[in-house]
């Protein structure tokens, strides 16, 4: 290892320090903000201790699932021709310890800054109006966007420093899968988890709340409420933040076992693999000065403010990518790469927000279907999601051409790296969403006047723009990352083409395909069933104490959210298993080929649903939004009731079955690339050969 390499090894690493230092002190900003109103810091407490609580009990499930993976990656290093040098071995194992810690730190931290920014935000809005609950929200997010980038980075650029001293460039790079693997997992448990935990409370909640008793969103007689809000920040906090750090840390290992088999004119692979740490840096040191900047003045347009943020970061990427490519790299290729990632991410994120902004004529089309009940709401909705997905995948498309035309493989690989190298800055503005709603929910909750309930509404409108161009913005990271993971992957079993008429790849095909159906199915069951038990706990409460309803007794909170995270934690086992399982299954049954067959079954099948899961739902929900502005009838009108079942059919579409089939191909994706060793050994053979012989 050279001097030049310790040294851009240690920058990288200083600046994940300086971020992880700007986030303990912007920690400690939010926490000294005094809530002075007694009943905003009781609700507060409330969701505080429910997130919290599950959040707990959540890593006391996944720990033993790694500890079997760690003991069966160590064990695989013992196979006669395999080692740790190959991508499995104890090597391996402490890679997946310290990616499942990092990533599941991340969510802890995140999880914990949002939930004391909630009743912050709220009272913010109280004392200091609109420009104090914006900082106060975004705040809230930024710690969550930073500590995701500064965890993710700072141990994946010490575990490669540690093994490439070690073992080599080569080596290094193969082993580190292990850490992708390990984020993957706790992305997996905490987005499924949180997913089925959210909607069951939010379901339930609308069901008996809204539709049965007239009563309105987030009021403190439906005992359903707490459950919700403490929903928003384990569904849309941990496991966002779980899914994207998943991305950003696979779609970094992509682009390195890709870069370790590129040749580029005047490069080597040190090099390679050095600048494409760097630009992860950069858009780390990105993220930090845009928050920052956000930070350093007064803001009244919460969208605007947002937008700013963004384009802070991405400028700054481009620029300094721009400076890499020429100087560094010496092939100012590279730059065009990363440009038509960080484009792509971009127009996603607008499509997403085309179709599920109620500025826009799709979500008014909806609502004004509703006018004649709750099958055409439905209708519009599926078509609504169906339609989307041609231009999403227009684009994706059209970003991969571009990236490939540039530069080949290696191309793809920066793309999906360029799309996520402001992470830190989209996880940000995407927290900042559930912050603002759970604000929304504690003012209404507390009685607040008027005025602060609008300064919330308006915060919380602004969030449900970013949530959509943030499940757009996963989606569009997911294919990208899976591509290169793919493509790492081809090349670790030396595939050069995938024959589509060999029987093995049929199957695998097919297999792949299903999947994504069959895992989509478990969660929509698993977040049906817990509301089921929500709307006959909530309906038992009102019938065994109708002074609940009468505002003179006090709901029990406190059973909802046993409700919700029993649930939860019990519903993400099964798709979890299968998720894990099914790749393993698939490449020792059928080989290096029919194992790529499933992956790109799954690829497609996934990205399709993940699409049009997430764009209709995002569709009925401010649909259903729109019509409680006082369109077509207003609240408590027929039309409303049918916006609501749409809204509700939407909710486990969009929170938990659709981003959901992002992480399952990442999933499978990264295990894939980490058995690939044993699949190309020429000693290996396949259950499918053996019984065909």
């Known amino acids: 290892m050279s001097t030049q390499t310790v040294i851009i090894l240690a920058t990288i690493f200083v600046a994940s320090v300086v971020t992880l230092l700007y986030v303990w002190l912007l920690f400690r900003k939010v926490k000294k903000i005094k809530v002075e109103n007694q009943r905003i810091e009781e609700i507060g407490k409330y969701i505080e201790e429910g997130a919290m609580a599950f959040l707990r009990r959540e890593y006391k499930v996944i720990i033993p699932f790694y500890i079997i993976v760690a003991v069966v990656l160590t064990c695989l290093g013992f196979i006669p021709g395999l080692n740790g040098a190959q991508g499995v071995g104890w090597q391996s194992a402490i890679c997946f310890i310290c990616g499942g810690f990092f990533s599941g730190l991340a969510g802890f931290i995140g999880m914990k800054a949002a939930v004391k920014a909630n009743s912050r935000t709220t009272y913010s809005a109280v004392t200091g109006g609109m420009p104090k609950a914006l900082r106060t929200a975004f705040s809230g997010g930024s710690i969550l966007g930073l500590s995701v980038v500064g965890f993710g980075l700072i141990g994946l650029t010490v575990l490669i420093f540690i093994f490439w001293k070690s073992f080599g460039i080569s ?113 780390t040191v990105a993220s930090l000065i845009s928050v920052i900047i956000i930070r350093s003045r007064e803001w009244h347009k919460p969208q605007k403010t947002l937008t700013i943020a963004t384009y802070i970061a991405g400028v700054i990427v481009l620029v300094g990518t721009l400076l890499l490519s020429v100087f560094y790299l010496k092939d100012v ?4 790469a990363v440009f038509a990632g960080i484009i792509v991410g971009i127009l996603v994120g607008e499509i997403a927000e085309v179709y599920t902004s109620s500025e826009h004529k799709t979500v008014k089309y909806i609502a004004q279907q509703s006018q004649t009940g709750h099958a055409t709401n439905i209708i519009a909705g599926l078509s609504t999601g169906m339609k989307s997905t041609a231009l999403t995948i227009a684009v994706l498309a059209l970003g991969v051409t571009v990236a490939y035309v540039i530069f080949g493989d290696f191309g793809i690989g920066l793309a999906a790296v360029g799309m996520l190298s402001t992470a830190g800055i989209t996880v940000a503005v995407d927290g900042y969403g559930p912050i603002s709603d759970n604000a929304g929910g504690i003012a209404e909750m507390s009685n607040l006047d008027e005025g602060v309930r609008k300064i919330t509404d308006k915060l919380d409108s602004v969030g449900n723009t970013t949530a959509a161009i943030g499940k757009g913005f996963c989606i569009g990271s997911a294919t990208l990352t899976s591509l290169a993971l793919f493509v ?15 029987t093995q790849t049929m199957i695998g095909l097919l297999v792949g395909a299903m999947l994504p159906y069959l895992f989509a199915s478990l969660t929509i069951k698993s977040v049906g069933k817990a509301a089921n038990l929500m709307v006959e706990e909530v309906r038992r409460q009102f019938k065994a104490d109708p002074g609940i309803l009468k505002g003179t007794s006090k709901p029990d909170y406190t059973r909802c959210v046993d409700i919700s995270t029993q649930a939860a934690l019990k519903e993400m ?121």
């Not at 790492?488 to 060999?502: F, V």
């Not at 079954?601 to 259903?624: Q, R, T, Y």
């Not at 999933?667 to 259950?687: K, Q, R, V």
Request: hydrophobic share 50%.
């Open 171 to 283: 080596e290094a790079v193969q082993v580190i899968a292990g850490y992708s693997l390990g984020c993957s997992m706790v992305a997996l448990f905490a987005r499924v988890g949180g997913g089925i935990y959210t909607k069951a409370a939010d379901v339930g909640a609308d069901l008996v709340g809204k539709v049965e008793s007239g009563i309105p969103e987030d009021d403190p007689r439906n005992p359903a409420t707490i459950a919700d809000n403490v929903g928003d920040n384990v569904g849309d906090i941990a496991g966002m933040g779980s899914d994207l750090t998943e991305s950003y840390i696979g779609a970094i290992v992509s682009a390195l076992a890709i870069g370790l088999e590129t040749t580029l004119v005047a490069t080597d692979q040190v090099t390679n693999i050095l600048f494409v740490l760097l630009i992860c840096a950069l858009g």
């Open 573 to 693: 086992i099964l798709p979890g298993v299968i998720a894990i399982l099914s790749p393993l299954v698939a490449g020792f049954l059928l080989g290096a080929e029919g194992l790529g067959g499933v992956l790109m079954g799954g690829l497609v099948s996934a990205i399709m649903l993940a699409v049009f899961m997430a764009n209709s739902g995002g569709a009925w929900d401010n649909a259903k939004k729109y019509i409680e502005e006082g369109n077509y009838g207003g609240k408590g009108s027929e039309t409303h009731k049918a916006a609501v079942t749409g809204d509700t059919v939407g909710d486990p579409l969009k929170d938990t079955a659709g981003p959901a089939m992002d992480i399952l191909i990442k999933m499978m994706s990264i295990i894939s690339l980490i058995i690939a060793p044993i699949l190309a050994n020429p000693n290996f053979t396949s259950l499918w050969e053996l019984l065909i012989k």
């Open 333 to 336: 290729r590279a730059f065009f």
């Open 488 to 502: 790492a992957y081809a090349s670790a079993t030396k595939l050069t083409a995938i024959n589509i008429i060999n």
